[in-house]
């Protein structure tokens, strides 16, 4: 115990440079402790829960940092319509989740910019999306699920689909299933 005394103290006096008793302050962060520092966040947003509880996440993400949230809702034109053509109904459903997911930005003090997108699939839209905004982050809603032998993908076909290709990391929210 004696030698991890003299150590410590040899420490502080010849690599810290300051008195035992005077309390030292972190330096600030550089280098790979920045890349933690998400400014531009990507959310997919659905109605339900999960979308919810992601959306929830990034806005806390966001309001420590300051940083921007591009709130995503892609609508899936099946392949036998065009794809300018979707249905009003679930474009104005889309929509209000848009809003609602602005909305709960304002409440968190976060700038959010809400983008409806037509695809053919939704994960390859999100990827694409993700790289022309340079997004740092992809901010994932995915509920719980039981996992049976017969199970491809863990989290459903989107989410692995994103978690393969995504340019930037990828934080997946799992929510609990009522």
């Not at 053919?120 to 999306?129: D, F, N, Q």
């Amino acid at each position: 115990m004696l030698a991890g005394l003299a150590g410590y103290l040899l420490y502080r006096r010849r690599w810290v440079r300051a008195p035992l008793r005077e309390v030292v302050k972190a330096p600030p962060a550089f280098g790979p402790a920045l890349a933690l520092e998400y400014r531009r966040i990507l959310v997919p947003v659905v109605r339900g829960q999960p979308s919810e509880d992601a959306l929830d996440v990034a806005c806390r993400l966001a309001a420590r940092r300051g940083s921007r949230i591009v709130a995503l809702n892609v609508l899936e034109v099946p392949l036998d319509k065009p794809l300018g053509e979707a249905d009003p109904e679930l474009e104005r459903e889309a929509s209000r989740e848009l809003d609602e997911a602005v909305a709960l930005g304002g409440l968190h003090g976060v700038r959010m910019l809400g983008r409806l997108e037509r695809a053919r699939s939704a994960g390859p839209a999100i990827v694409a999306e993700a790289e022309a905004r340079h997004s740092e982050i992809i901010v994932l809603g995915s509920p719980r699920r039981e996992l049976t032998a017969r199970q491809v993908a863990v989290f459903g076909k989107t989410v692995d689909y994103i978690l393969r290709h995504a340019p930037c990391r990828v934080l997946t929210v799992a929510s609990e299933t009522l």
